[in-house]
Each structure stands twice: as C-alpha cells, then as structure tokens.
C-alpha cells in the first residue's frame, strides 16, 4: 500500500537531573561538593533510507520517544547522556511543524539527518555552583525537559521525468513499456491511485527514474479528484512529459485536455510553469490519432513545446522520446550544478540564547513566556531555598520584575512561567 502522508508526534529525552553531594571523607569533617552533572537527552533523528519508498510504516506507530539523561552522582559522576531515537523516513519526505505547519525539513539524499525533536540539557550539579561567595551550595538543577511536538509528514516522489495528463491518457501502458514497473492498467479513468516509478534504461549506462503521476482533472489545484493528493509529486520532477490522447473516445479536441491540465499546474504551483516538457501524443496506431496529429504539432509548435508522436500500446515512437527526454535531463543537471557553484556558502554565526519574553494576563494570572526564562524555570528545583533564591535573582537580572510591576502585578498576584505558578511578593516596603 502506497502511504504518503502522516500524522506524528515526537518527543526528545529529558536531561538527567544534577545532584547534591559532599566529599565524605575520613578526617575531612567538612568536604566541599562534588555533586555531578545530569547526562542530556536523546534527539529524535529522522534518517533517510533509500530502501523505503512509502510512509507505511508510520501508520501502525506514531509516537517516538528518545531515551533521557541519566540523573548525575557524587564523587562528580556525570550522568550518561540518552540514546538518539533514529526513525527511518523515504527520500524525498517533507517534515512539517504540525501547528504552524512551518516545513522543518526536506529530506532528498541517503544518509541525511534531521533532528526532528532536541533533547533536553543535563542539569548542573551542585559542584558547577560554587563561588567566591558560596563555597558549599546546596542546590543543583534538573534536567531541561526534552522538546516535543506534532509533526506532519508528506512524501514527494523523487523521479527526474514525470508523466502528467488526463485520467486514461495512457500514462500507464508507457510507464510499463519503458521500464519494468507493472501498473494496473485497464480501459477507465482512474486506473492509477498512486504514483508509480520505473527505472527508464537506454544503454550505454544511461537511465533516468519516471513516474506516473496519478491522472488530474480540472479543479486539481483545489482538490478535486485526486488533485491535493498527487500534484505535490509533480515538484520534483525535472522534466514533465504530457500524455494526449489523440484518438479520445467522445471526440473532443485533446488540446482542451493540454490547457486544462497545464491550467492545473500553474495554478498549483507557478513555478512548474517553467518546467521542461515535452509532449507525448499517444495512440498513432489508431486512425482517428493520425488525422489529429498534425493539427495538434502544429499549436504546440507555435507554443515552443516539443511534441512526439508515439504509440504506448506498440512502442513505436518511443524510444525517440526517451532519448530526448534524457537529453533535457542532462541540461537541467548542467544548469543546477552552475547554479550551485554561484551559491554562496552561508557562514554560521553563533547565536547566543534569546532573553527576550512577554507577559500577558488571563484570568487574573501573569503569564510569563520566553525560550530561555521557560527553560530555566523548568529546570529550577522550587523546594530547594536556594535554588529558588538563584531563580528570584535571574527575574531580577533579567528585567521581569520590573516589567511585572509596569504590567500592574500586586502583592499576592499569580505569576505563571511554563508550568510553575506562584504568588509574586514584593518587598514589605513596596507592598504597603
């Protein structure tokens, strides 16, 4: 079964939580601290595998997890980071953010990586807290929790030439006379449900990959037919043959059928409007196919659109096509590798986290958001006094107290940063 779309959610391992500890030693009353460090978390990967040609395998699960740091111990025993979860995704899938619906990735070659979902930091022991000022710190941090979220993934067949045009135009019975792919064709639209690739060779270690696209129909670009479903698998193409059938059962003009599929496509996409392409114009080996195709040569011609008579059923014609459309591959491959090199390699600038947040008010509670003031507070231990002491400090140093009070928190208000709610107090003083 062909899958080409998936719902999922990931989630990366949390940090491992860092520890409290102090050299115990024999006639060493007072040891200073050695609490170590919790191990990170594991990422969620997606690796492309060329073995797989479908998101089938994302049907039956849909929920990956990462294993999570270990929690650190004394003596400054670091704990172990977790494992990656490594899932195996088909070249050519799409990764989409499942609530902005921002694309992530675009995953094409073997091999390539993308971290689908970061795990969380280890959090500092307490031996990372000693200072000038505080020789023997009783606090440590937890383990930053592990980021997670709804994905959407959409596959899009990786072919170098596909076949495009109306339903029973005779995609099919091409596909299957120029490769060895076996699609089910049979007299009546809609015969292809899914796309399907075949491997073209023409000697001399020449070949290229084809698809046949499923057949459109006006309206495709809205989604009518099988429309949404398959247009996406056009994009990658490098060069699009049009199937018309010259010899159409009730009679009408197969250019209609041209511009209403090209129609589809701009509309889709604006950019297929440049495509390469070549037409195919199918069935010469019936009479009525004969006396339409010079009339159909001659509007392509005046559109600057190659057109090539074949017969998909006989194979006659066919082989001159293949060859020409190999040809136009060769140029396109020219013309991306010049492109390539004119690309300038963008240069990594690190960038340091973003202390920015915002407060809004809902229901009487002060809601504080930000990247990093969420991170922190997530990996604050709110029983311990003086971690809550160093986390009072950085709302301080950080500004949000005072935007708190230009907000018009009062003494007992609610303030809300991720998960963790508490009462703002204000000095005495301030609160009279």
Do not use: C
Request: aromatic share 6%; net charge negative; charged share 30%.
């Amino acid at each position: 079964m062909f899958i080409d779309k998936a719902k999922i959610h990931v989630n990366a391992g949390d940090g491992g939580n860092g520890i409290v500890s102090f050299r115990r030693e024999k006639h060493v009353p007072e040891g200073g601290p050695n609490g170590g460090d919790g191990g990170n978390g594991g990422d969620v990967v997606f690796i492309v595998d060329e073995g797989l040609r479908t998101l089938m395998d994302f049907r039956y699960r849909s929920h990956f997890k990462a294993e999570r740091g270990q929690h650190g111990q004394g003596k400054n025993k670091h704990g172990k980071s977790g494992d990656n979860m490594l899932v195996s995704v088909p070249p050519g899938t799409v990764v989409i953010d499942g609530q902005s619906s921002e694309i992530l990735a675009d995953l094409t070659s073997k091999g390539e990586r993308f971290i689908a979902a970061k795990g969380g930091r280890g959090g500092r022991g307490n031996a990372k807290f000693t200072s000038s000022t505080n020789r023997a710190p009783r606090m440590a941090e937890n383990g930053e929790p592990g980021e997670q979220r709804w994905l959407r993934l959409e596959l899009k067949v990786i072919a170098d030439a596909g076949l495009i045009g109306m339903p029973n135009a005779g995609k099919s019975t091409l596909l299957a006379s120029v490769s060895k792919a076996k699609p089910k064709i049979a007299d009546y639209p809609f015969t292809t449900t899914t796309p399907q690739l075949g491997m073209v060779y023409l000697g001399d270690g020449e070949s290229f990959v084809l698809a046949d696209i499923p057949g459109l129909i006006e309206g495709a670009h809205q989604g009518a037919g099988l429309g949404h479903e398959f247009l996406r698998h056009v994009e990658r193409t490098k060069v699009l043959i049009h199937v018309l059938d010259l010899a159409p059962p009730d009679g009408h003009d197969p250019m209609s059928d041209y511009e209403a599929i090209e129609e589809e496509l701009e509309l889709y996409n604006p950019v297929l409007k440049d495509r390469k392409r070549l037409a195919a114009l199918n069935k010469m080996d019936l009479p009525e196919a004969k006396e339409n195709a010079l009339i159909i040569e001659e509007q392509l011609d005046e559109m600057g659109i190659e057109s090539y008579p074949i017969s998909a059923a006989t194979q006659k014609g066919v082989y001159k096509l293949m060859q020409r459309v190999f040809a136009l591959l060769e140029l396109s491959d020219e013309e991306e590798s010049i492109k390539e090199a004119e690309k300038a390699k963008p240069e990594k600038v690190y960038k340091a986290p973003e202390r920015g947040f915002t407060i809004d008010r809902k229901d009487g509670v002060f809601i504080v958001k930000g990247t990093e003031i969420e991170r922190i507070a997530a990996m604050t231990n709110f029983e311990n006094e003086e971690a809550l002491g160093y986390f009072q400090n950085v709302l301080e140093r950080w500004g949000i107290n005072e935007a708190l009070k230009n907000k018009g928190i009062r003494h007992g208000d609610a303030v809300k940063i991720r998960d963790v709610e508490f009462d703002y107090y204000l000095p005495e003083e301030e609160s009279e």
